[in-house]
């Protein structure tokens, strides 16, 4: 399975951004699709998850503000990201699993940067 991740960029605090990711290769083995973050210095945390059947899960510092989709008809999972903060500052990674933890395969990660 090959993840490619898009959509990262600057954002003002208060503003939004909408994350993309596609996959590709075996995709009838994935069942969760997500993603994680990792703020320099601090280790990965997850970010939100979405199962094959849209079951959906959030960390709970993105609660209400971020949007987790799929479509598995295309293979693409997005993530709406509203009402960003500076702590949102973060390499994201999409990540996709066999099970409901989407970490068996990853994409490269997107910079999003919230200035202040």
């Known amino acids: 399975v090959q993840l490619q991740a898009s959509g990262g960029g600057l954002v003002q605090a208060g503003g939004s951004l909408r994350l993309s990711c596609a996959a590709s290769?075996?995709?009838?083995?994935?069942?969760?699709m997500g993603w994680y973050r990792q703020a320099r210095g601090k280790q990965r945390e997850f970010v939100a998850r979405i199962t094959r059947d849209y079951i959906t899960d959030y960390a709970d510092s993105v609660k209400g503000r971020f949007a987790i989709s799929r479509d598995n008809a295309k293979s693409t999972m997005s993530l709406q990201m509203n009402r960003l903060k500076p702590e949102d500052t973060a390499v994201y990674y999409c990540?996709?699993?066999?099970?409901?933890?989407?970490?068996?395969?990853w994409g490269q990660g997107t910079l999003v940067t919230v200035s202040s």
């Open positions: 290769g075996n995709i009838f083995s994935i069942n969760a």
């Open positions: 990540g996709a699993g066999r099970s409901i933890t989407p970490a068996d395969y």
